[in-house]
């Protein structure tokens, strides 16, 4: 397998430095993560097909790209791949085009099933989708096998996204590209770091994603009570104070990022469902565990005998994003490092990350989490 990772900032192709030598021709999957302005723009897509014109080509908006151990804004990355002994498929579908998210993801995973399936990337419509509906979906559709990947971004705007596969970019389109073959190794790593604060409580009241009482009490005005002074820069400061969420029947905690908050309703929105009787905490950053979890997530991806990923997909939350701020390279440089500094990387910030837990079982949404995906083809 062969990964070349490049970036396309004012007409101009350019190749990082790290990636492995792979003739734009022979490129088989091309994955480009950019800013919503940049993928709006008409020629874009022809652009790149005819850059790289016999890839499948699946393009995803972005809060933040990520080139190796950068973190660009306002820019396209992309990584074309190719392999020796696997082989790829791809399929799209339009959400609207399903009664529920959960139905349009079991429906684009059946078009993908095979003996040999071995993995499926996801990038998926950040704020049409229902993040929670969609990975049941797949765990459904795709059983055993295993799913990774993110909901698009919109530089923490939540207005609307943009995804596409083989065409230019739109609103409401769900990817999902299956890797086939006994050659491919795949591993996923991911982690959050946030401290959680407070007591556990437990949610008495919800609509889906929608909260309205903990513990019997106005769910808004807990969360407003714990933030302070922050309550007034809501529904921009919510990123920065995800909750903790333990769904009923479940052993670990998933973390769940305020979308919007709603005065009149007295209710929070939520990135993914936060069911009646699941157990929470409110949760607050810390920059060195954030570092530290992104390196651990980095750390479960890595290969028996320490043998580099030929590629690593990393998919990072908005949230993380804007707790950084101007030190956000410091936690794609840590999975550079863990990683050994010699394999390609890119990837993207997201409303929403997709990925097992480290130790198995079906894909999970999450957020505020680094997710990271490696690949690695055998001889």
Same mark, same amino acid.
């Given at each position: 397998?062969?990964?070349?990772?490049?970036?396309?900032?004012?007409?101009?192709?350019?190749?990082?430095?790290?990636?492995?030598?792979?003739?734009?021709?022979?490129?088989?999957? &091309?994955?480009?993560?950019?800013?919503?302005?940049?993928?709006?723009?008409?020629?874009?897509?022809?652009?790149?097909?005819?850059?790289?014109?016999?890839?499948?080509?699946?393009? +995803? =908006?972005?809060?933040?790209?990520?080139?190796?151990?950068? #973190?660009?804004?306002?820019?396209?990355?992309? &990584?074309?791949?190719?392999?020796?002994?696997?082989?790829?498929?791809?399929?799209? /579908?339009?959400?609207?085009?399903?009664?529920? =998210?959960?139905?349009?993801?079991?429906?684009?995973?059946?078009?993908?099933?095979?003996?040999?399936?071995?993995?499926?990337?996801?990038?998926?419509?950040? +704020?049409?989708?229902?993040?929670?509906?969609?990975?049941?979906?797949?765990?459904?559709?795709?059983?055993?096998?295993?799913?990774?990947?993110?909901?698009?971004?919109?530089?923490?705007?939540?207005?609307?996204?943009? /995804?596409?596969?083989?065409?230019?970019?739109?609103?409401?389109?769900?990817?999902?590209?299956?890797?086939?073959?006994?050659?491919?190794?795949?591993?996923?790593?991911?982690? @959050?770091?946030?401290?959680?604060?407070?007591?556990?409580?437990?949610? *008495?009241? =919800?609509?889906?994603?929608?909260?309205?009482?903990?513990?019997?009490?106005?769910?808004?005005?807990?969360?407003?009570?714990?933030?302070?002074?922050?309550?007034?820069?809501?529904?921009?400061?919510?990123?920065?104070?995800?909750?903790?969420?333990? =769904?009923?029947?479940?052993?670990?905690?998933?973390?769940?990022?305020?979308?919007?908050?709603?005065?009149?309703?007295?209710?929070?929105?939520?990135?993914?469902? /936060?069911?009646?009787?699941?157990? #929470?905490?409110?949760?607050?950053?810390?920059?060195?565990?954030? *570092?530290?979890?992104?390196?651990?997530?980095?750390?479960?991806?890595?290969?028996?005998?320490?043998?580099?990923?030929?590629?690593?997909?990393? #998919?990072? +939350? &908005?949230?993380?994003?804007?707790?950084?701020?101007?030190?956000?390279?410091?936690?794609?440089?840590? &999975?550079?490092?863990?990683?050994?500094?010699? #394999?390609?990387?890119?990837?993207?910030?997201?409303?929403?990350?997709?990925?097992?837990?480290?130790? @198995?079982?079906? +894909?999970?949404?999450?957020?505020?989490?680094?997710?990271?995906?490696?690949?690695?083809?055998?001889?």
């Amino acid at each position: 397998m062969l990964a070349s990772v490049v970036q396309f900032t004012d007409n101009i192709w350019s190749q990082h430095v790290i990636s492995k030598p792979l003739e734009d021709k022979e490129a088989q999957l &091309v994955l480009g993560f950019g800013a919503k302005e940049i993928l709006q723009e008409e020629t874009l897509f022809t652009t790149i097909k005819a850059k790289f014109p016999n890839a499948d080509i699946a393009l +995803c =908006s972005t809060a933040g790209e990520i080139y190796q151990d950068t #973190v660009q804004d306002n820019t396209l990355v992309a &990584v074309a791949m190719s392999f020796t002994d696997t082989r790829i498929k791809t399929a799209s /579908v339009t959400i609207t085009d399903y009664h529920t =998210s959960f139905e349009a993801a079991k429906s684009l995973s059946t078009k993908l099933l095979a003996d040999d399936l071995k993995y499926i990337m996801v990038l998926s419509d950040g +704020c049409l989708v229902n993040g929670s509906e969609l990975v049941k979906g797949f765990a459904v559709g795709a059983k055993n096998v295993l799913v990774t990947g993110g909901l698009a971004g919109d530089a923490a705007e939540f207005k609307s996204t943009l /995804v596409g596969l083989n065409e230019q970019p739109t609103e409401g389109k769900i990817v999902a590209i299956g890797f086939y073959g006994n050659k491919l190794v795949v591993t996923h790593g991911s982690k @959050g770091g946030w401290d959680m604060f407070g007591l556990e409580k437990e949610i *008495t009241r =919800s609509e889906g994603n929608v909260l309205y009482d903990i513990n019997n009490e106005n769910a808004l005005a807990i969360y407003k009570k714990y933030l302070g002074p922050d309550s007034e820069k809501l529904p921009g400061s919510a990123l920065l104070f995800p909750l903790s969420v333990t =769904s009923p029947g479940t052993a670990l905690p998933v973390v769940r990022t305020i979308l919007a908050v709603d005065d009149v309703k007295k209710s929070m929105t939520f990135a993914g469902d /936060v069911p009646i009787g699941s157990k #929470v905490r409110f949760m607050k950053a810390n920059f060195d565990k954030l *570092t530290a979890a992104a390196a651990a997530a980095a750390q479960q991806t890595r290969f028996a005998n320490n043998r580099n990923s030929d590629f690593s997909l990393l #998919v990072s +939350c &908005v949230g993380r994003k804007l707790i950084y701020g101007p030190r956000i390279d410091e936690e794609v440089e840590a &999975v550079s490092e863990t990683l050994g500094n010699k #394999v390609p990387i890119a990837g993207f910030y997201a409303n929403g990350e997709i990925s097992p837990f480290y130790d @198995g079982g079906n +894909c999970q949404l999450h957020n505020q989490t680094m997710t990271i995906t490696s690949f690695y083809e055998l001889p």
